[in-house]
Nanobody, 127 residues
Framework: QVQLSESGGGSVRVGDSLTLSCEFTGPSFSSRTLGWFRQAPGKDREFVSVIRRSGGHTYYADSVKGRFTISRDNSKSMIYLQTNSLKPEDTAVYYC????????????????????WGQGTQVTVSS
């Protein structure tokens, strides 16, 4: 049984930073592609970043590239999202997600292709 639990959200000011964490419970952590998605009020869920299982290659949405950094610690079954230079438009509930170990590269952008989700952590950025 795979479970994901996010933490680290909060209310910050423009330009501040937050580190979001996601604890993974279950088998085969190192074999999984893990991602961060977010959903703002009244908007669709959107891709933020992903880290692949093999090689740990990372990918980012254009809106966060250069400001956010995804990482994973296979020894702790954790992934992280370092968010810097936060903007009001980063305000959303942030979710981590895991694949079922078989996600292909062309499918990493779509949340529908992830099998497991956490409950989310709220990030609010005010000016």
């Amino acid at each position: 049984q795979v479970q994901l639990s996010e933490s680290g959200g909060g209310s910050v000011r423009v330009g501040d930073s937050l580190t979001l964490s996601c604890e993974f419970t279950g088998p085969s952590f190192s074999s999984r592609t893990l991602g961060w998605f977010r959903q703002a009020p009244g908007k669709d869920r959107e891709f933020v970043s992903v880290i692949r299982r093999s090689g740990g290659h990372t990918y980012y949405a254009d809106s966060v590239k250069g400001r956010f950094t995804i990482s994973r610690d296979n020894s702790k079954s954790m992934i992280y999202l370092q968010t810097n230079s936060l903007k009001p438009e980063d305000t959303a509930v942030y979710y981590c997600a895991s694949d079922n170990t078989r996600l292909i590269l062309s499918s990493i952008w779509n949340g529908e292709n992830y099998s497991y989700w956490g409950q989310g952590t709220q990030v609010t950025v005010s000016s």
